[in-house]
């Protein structure tokens, strides 16, 4: 089992924005697990992690599968720490689990605008030309996320055969650095419930010799409410005003501004509600030197559901547009340091985001046993 690695996702997004195929506020999710995870590890020990992924977005994913990237910038350091405790049941292979993340939000952050269409002005018979690109000015807290609690135990333990399957609850409370007026937040302060279901067994070889192995995860997520939250509009600017709008300016007597930005940020108080969402990841870890426990492993994540509306305070139900469906390429290499030191260094590669950012992102992980 792991901590929702990239961490980042709809996590970071508190509140979402106006324009519905802008950026995707999906879920505080815990755990992204990794190949090597599905590895039942010795009984009555206790396992440290630390976690650093740097995370980098220089593109937006529009709902309908396109994507822009001008002005796009999304940036964020995380650091998470976790903490593991094996023990035995009756010979079931058992443990408690906890991790905290830190998430840093490097710089400014924008989100860049495919289009801005222009305004519908009844002075001058209709609607305006369109502005053209431009960026959205995202409003940001960095602090620490929600804590994750979880509980696991290996249901399959087969070490000779290197088949293992096992299950792992996780419960979050809406403990987190949030604020309502942000964009951009390390949590989005609900509960959220999650099933984690891992299995791996060795294809070709044996444990003990070089192997290519499959791992399949599954992650269910349930979510509560944020009485809290806010539908959070950013500041949104053209990136040039065409010339047009001097002349339309001049003749409506100045009504119509040429000066950005064109829409001021706007917070308007609301209930958070997302929908159940699911995850797959697939793992085929090629492990080339068992002695040390050195592999490398291509993998494939996959996210759908997590609809996320608000119910707007004065009345009426807002769907922000954002959804949790996120298509991502990764790889994945391993080593022992020693005995009891291991190294890991993972790469993902989004190649699709329903309306949220599409993310390259990099991690480091060291794991140590005592």
């Given at each position: ?290 002695s040390i426990g050195a592999f490398i492993a291509p993998g494939f994540f996959q996210s759908f559901g997590g609809k996320q509306t608000y119910n707007l305070q004065g009345g009426g139900t807002l769907d922000s547009g954002n959804r949790t469906n996120e298509t991502q390429l990764r790889l994945v290499g391993s080593t022992f340091l020693s005995p009891t030191l291991q190294i890991m260094a993972i790469g993902e590669y989004d190649i699709a985001s329903h309306g949220g950012p599409l993310n390259r992102n990099i991690e480091i992980r060291l794991a140590t046993m005592f």
């Amino acid at each position: 089992m792991s901590h929702r690695g990239t961490y980042r996702r709809a996590v970071l997004f508190g509140a979402a924005l106006p324009l519905a195929a802008l950026l995707g506020s999906q879920a505080a999710l815990a755990s992204d697990s990794l190949p090597g995870d599905g590895i039942a590890p010795p009984a009555n020990v206790n396992i440290g992690m630390l976690y650093n992924i740097f995370t980098d977005a220089g593109a937006v994913g529009n709902i309908r599968g396109h994507s822009y990237s001008r002005n796009t910038h999304i940036s964020m350091d995380i650091v998470v720490a976790r903490y593991i405790r094996t023990f035995d049941i009756n010979g079931i292979l058992s443990g408690v689990q906890f991790y905290v993340p830190y998430v840093g939000f490097l710089g400014g952050q924008e989100a860049g605008i495919s289009n801005i269409p222009g305004p519908y002005v009844s002075a001058l018979g209709g609607q305006l030309p369109s502005y053209g690109a431009g960026r959205a000015n995202l409003s940001h807290n960095s602090g620490f996320g929600q804590p994750y609690f979880g509980v696991f135990s290996y249901v399959l333990n087969h070490p000779g055969s290197g088949t293992y399957g096992v299950i792992a609850p996780w419960v979050a409370p809406p403990l987190a650095t949030f604020g309502r007026g942000a964009n951009l937040n390390p949590g989005q302060n609900t509960w959220t419930y999650e099933l984690e279901l891992g299995f791996r067994t060795v294809l070709f070889g044996t444990p003990t010799t070089p192997n290519l192995a499959v791992e399949l995860w599954s992650e269910s997520y349930l979510f509560g409410a944020n009485s809290g939250s806010a539908y959070v509009s950013p500041e949104v600017s053209a990136n040039s005003i065409p010339s047009a709008y001097n002349t339309y300016n001049y003749l409506s007597g100045g009504l119509i501004p040429n000066t950005n930005p064109l829409q001021a940020s706007q917070v308007i108080p609301g209930t958070f509600h997302e929908q159940p969402s699911q995850e797959f990841r697939v793992y085929l870890p090629y492990e080339f030197a068992p002695s040390i426990g050195a592999f490398i492993a291509p993998g494939f994540f996959q996210s759908f559901g997590g609809k996320q509306t608000y119910n707007l305070q004065g009345g009426g139900t807002l769907d922000s547009g954002n959804r949790t469906n996120e298509t991502q390429l990764r790889l994945v290499g391993s080593t022992f340091l020693s005995p009891t030191l291991q190294i890991m260094a993972i790469g993902e590669y989004d190649i699709a985001s329903h309306g949220g950012p599409l993310n390259r992102n990099i991690e480091i992980r060291l794991a140590t046993m005592f």
